[in-house]
Antibody, heavy 118, light 112 residues
Framework: EVQLVESGGGLVQPGGSLRLSCAASGFTFSHYWMSWVRQAPGKGLEWVANINQDGSEKYYVDSVKARFTISKDNAKDSLYLQMNSLRAEDTAVYYC???????????WGQGTLVTVSS | DVVMTQSPLSLPVTLGQPASISCRSSQSLVNSDGNTYLNWFQQRPGQSPRRLIYEVSTRDSGVPDRFSGSGSGTDFTLKISRMEAEDVGVYYCMQGIHWPWTFGQGTKVEIK
């Protein structure tokens, strides 16, 4: 059974940093693209970043470029999102998601809440 | 960025009756490989999103056959043939061909 478990969320002040983690199990982690998707409170879904199987390709939505870094450790079956220079508008539940077929994701974690506030 | 526009944004449906959600993209979602990367996700209250359909019309394993997807190019539709109580939630279309991948605004489906 595929499982994705996010951790690392919490309350942080504007300008601060946070590192999210996603522990994966139930599939061969090194064979798949992975993604981070976020959802602001009461709002819709927004794609944040994608990373390919070996971490050599990364894509970001413009609003987080140069502030967020996606990475993965295939030896630890783990996905990460380093978030720097956080802003109030980054407040959201952050989901880790596994790529399924091309151009899609097929499994999501339960999400971790990041709140940026003073 | 590709804009995904869903309608309606709110959809009250009587149990047992059909429902239909439209999704239009600002650019074609047909890839050079000939496939169209349009997905539908369901998010029940308090839950993570769940994929229902990918590549326009392929249902995920375990998804009831009352859900169906159709469309081509820039116009797509998700249909529920007979509304059931467990179908309450927000439905999102999503394109996976142009970066950044983008979602529609979501359609809230509720019982009438």
């Amino acid at each position: 059974e595929v499982q994705l478990v996010e951790s690392g969320g919490g309350l942080v002040q504007p300008g601060g940093s946070l590192r999210l983690s996603c522990a994966a199990s139930g599939f061969t982690f090194s064979h798949y693209w992975m993604s981070w998707v976020r959802q602001a409170p009461g709002k819709g879904l927004e794609w944040v970043a994608n990373i390919n199987q070996d971490g050599s390709e990364k894509y970001y939505v413009d609003s987080v470029k140069a502030r967020f870094t996606i990475s993965k450790d295939n030896a630890k079956d783990s996905l990460y999102l380093q978030m720097n220079s956080l802003r109030a508008e980054d407040t959201a539940v952050y989901y880790c998601a596994k790529a399924g077929s091309t151009g899609s994701v097929d499994y999501w974690g339960q999400g971790t809440l990041v709140t940026v506030s003073s | 960025d590709v804009v995904m526009t869903q309608s309606p944004l709110s959809l009250p449906v009587t149990l047992g009756q059909p429902a239909s959600i439209s999704c239009r993209s600002s650019q074609s979602l047909v890839n050079s490989d000939g496939n169209t990367y349009l997905n539908w996700f369901q998010q029940r209250p308090g839950q993570s999103p769940r994929r229902l359909i990918y590549e326009v019309s392929t249902r995920d394993s375990g998804v009831p056959d009352r859900f169906s997807g159709s469309g081509s190019g820039t116009d797509f539709t998700l249909k529920i043939s007979r509304m059931e109580a467990e179908d309450v939630g927000v439905y999102y279309c999503m394109q996976g061909i142009h970066w950044p991948w983008t979602f529609g605004q979501g359609t809230k489906v509720e019982i009438k």
